[in-house]
């Protein structure tokens, strides 16, 4: 069956940077856009980045630009989150999903497969 693990979640000081890996098992996944999302306590769920299936692609939320980067590696199914200059209001849990063929929407309904997310803490 198809499943996505996240890992590199923890709790880090605000300034620090953090990077989270997605390995995909069980899918095609050079069809798959991919995308980071992430939730905090009592918000919903906002698309944090997201990357086309060949990687040419890349899509980042506003707040985020010129701090975290997205990438993929067909090769491995892999797809990363860097994320750096992290600030307070980057808490969150952070899931990775795929979409088959298509990348960047920002609907969690149009995502086919979720990863059980990973919890990232920043403190003061």
């Known amino acids: 069956q198809v499943q996505l693990v996240e890992s590199g979640g923890g709790l880090v000081q605000a300034g620090d940077s953090l990077r989270l890996s997605c390995a995909a098992s069980?899918?095609?996944?050079?069809?798959?856009?991919m995308g980071w999302f992430r939730q905090a306590p009592a918000k919903e769920r906002e698309l944090v980045a997201a990357i086309s299936r060949s990687g040419g692609s890349t899509y980042l939320t506003d707040s985020v630009k010129g701090r975290f980067t997205i990438s993929r590696d067909n090769a491995k199914n892999m797809v990363d989150l860097q994320m750096n200059s992290l600030k307070l209001e980057d808490t969150a849990v952070y899931y990775c999903a795929a979409q088959w063929f298509r990348f960047g929407s920002s609907l969690p309904g149009e995502y086919d497969y979720w990863g059980q997310g990973t919890q990232v803490t920043v403190s003061s």
């Open positions: 069980g899918l095609t996944f050079s069809r798959y856009g």
